[in-house]
């Protein structure tokens, strides 16, 4: 399992990007079905967690700091999750990453018991 979060960049304040989470060994089953987190961490601060998502899609989770502006989704026949992020603010600028959660299908704990952690995208938001 090779995750890797891409579709970062550099955005206004007010802007939208739209994360993408995938599998690069090319496995068509890594992320399917399997719990996927939404993750960030800013220079100096610690990892949070931002959305997750359950193997179906009918379970999802956010951080407060992001309801109404973030949304997670899945494409399980694409074998991918996304991170739909819109009126980013200048304090969403941080690397995000998304994880797997192997063992267990409950979207709880939302923030820990993750074994495979993909490459992060670096998401910057200009005031």
């Known amino acids: 399992v090779q995750l890797q979060a891409s579709g970062g960049g550099l955005v206004q304040a007010g802007g939208s990007l739209r994360l993408s989470c995938i599998d690069l060994s090319g496995s068509r089953r890594s992320i399917n079905y399997y719990v996927m987190g939404w993750f960030r961490q800013a220079p100096g601060k610690e990892r949070e967690f931002v959305a997750v998502i359950s193997g179906m899609g009918s379970d999802i989770e956010y951080a407060d700091f992001v309801k109404g502006r973030f949304t997670v989704s899945r494409d399980n026949g694409m074998n991918a999750v996304y991170l739909q992020m819109n009126s980013l603010k200048p304090e969403d600028t941080a690397a995000y990453y998304c994880?797997?959660?192997?063992?267990?299908?409950?979207?709880?704990?939302?923030?820990?018991?993750?074994?495979?952690w993909g490459q992060g995208t670096q998401v910057t938001v200009s005031s």
């Open positions: 994880a797997r959660r192997t063992v267990a299908a409950s979207t709880r704990p939302r923030n820990s018991g993750y074994d495979f």
